[in-house]
């Protein structure tokens, strides 16, 4: 009962329209949207996971070394 309700209330206010023309205008510009090929997305997917690896790496390393300086100044 509340959702017709609420689609009563949407409908009469003109809200579901907007609703529509947001939803169309948004797949109109889906469209014109170039998605990548299935291998751009691989090496997307390398270089992701690598640049990830090398960044946690880098924060380990950084944070043992202040650790090490917290520790030694304790």
């Not at 017709?4 to 907007?18: D, E, M, N, P, T």
């Not at 996971?49 to 946690?56: Q, R, T």
Request: glycine share 6%; aromatic share 14%; proline share 1%.
């Amino acid at each position: 009962m509340l959702i017709a309700v609420a689609f009563a209330i949407l409908w009469w206010s003109g809200q579901l329209v907007r609703i529509k023309n947001y939803i169309d205008e948004t797949r109109d510009e889906l469209r014109k949207c170039t998605w990548p090929t299935w291998n751009e997305l691989k090496g997307s997917t390398v270089v992701v996971m690598i640049s990830i690896a090398i960044l946690g790496g880098f924060t380990v390393s950084v944070d043992w070394i202040f650790h090490m300086i917290v520790l030694w100044l304790t």
